[in-house]
DNA sequence: GCAATACATCGAAGTTCTTCGATCTGATAC
DNA sequence: GTATCAGATCGAAGAACTTCGATGTATTGC
């Protein structure tokens, strides 16, 4: 029998479940919601862009200025999407001045890796 | 620098590219849409729900009204999520008799999980 | 104080997604 | 053959998402 424990988020930083089963028996309603939240995120290629673009930065965090230009989207299309990443706990966002710098939050993407890696077995 | 390459599924049956950089300089836009592909197919709850069920049924396979119930929605509704799924190599359908058995594709979910955990390097 | 810059927020328009009932396709059974 | 059952496919209705220009909010600089 597939016995496959699939933790939740945690990666949300609302998010208080954890370790609920994904391919336990059933998985609950509740945490399937929460994967899915995370998911939907890396759901569109621009957010998958600029998650990328943000993390091969110099110094691994870029401000809206330097996104707008290459993803080719106005700057609210960009801080919207921007807004879902870290909602969801991918990127963290950091006020300096009038500026706001992006940088991908350590370890979230691994995170979410090993709940599917850790759902195959 | 942060470089990280990430490999575009291949998880997707119809999908021919391969290896392309997630966050190495700049995801070019084709490979972010491979990888977006992917996870939109796992930012639907009932569609992580379904899997779940799946991969927690005796055998590891299960058919469509073994799935209509606990995820109480309709027939229809049911086979469209399922498609989605298998469109997105994330399961394999299988005809028998007049039933249509699904079951997860192994190792689509730890390549995907591979490719985010890779990802966070 | 005022002007300018960086970014977020606010509708609105267009598109996509989710869901359903109704219908169609195949396979089994008679 | 016909009836029945499992499931896919077909619109259609409603909700959600993506995108934009316009506007609001801080912050910097004069």
Redesign the pocket.
Known sequence: MTTIALEAPSVAPTSGTCCAPLVREAADPEAAADLARSF?AL??P?RVRLLSIVAAHDGGEA???DLTEPVG?????V??????LVDAGLLA?E?R????YYSVVPGSLDRLGALLSEAAR
Not at 97 to 100: N, P, Q
Request: hydrophobic content about 25%.
């Open positions: 939907k759901g569109d621009t401000c809206v200025c989207l106005s700057q609210p299309t801080s919207h999407h921007l807004k879902i966002r006020q001045g009038k500026w706001a």
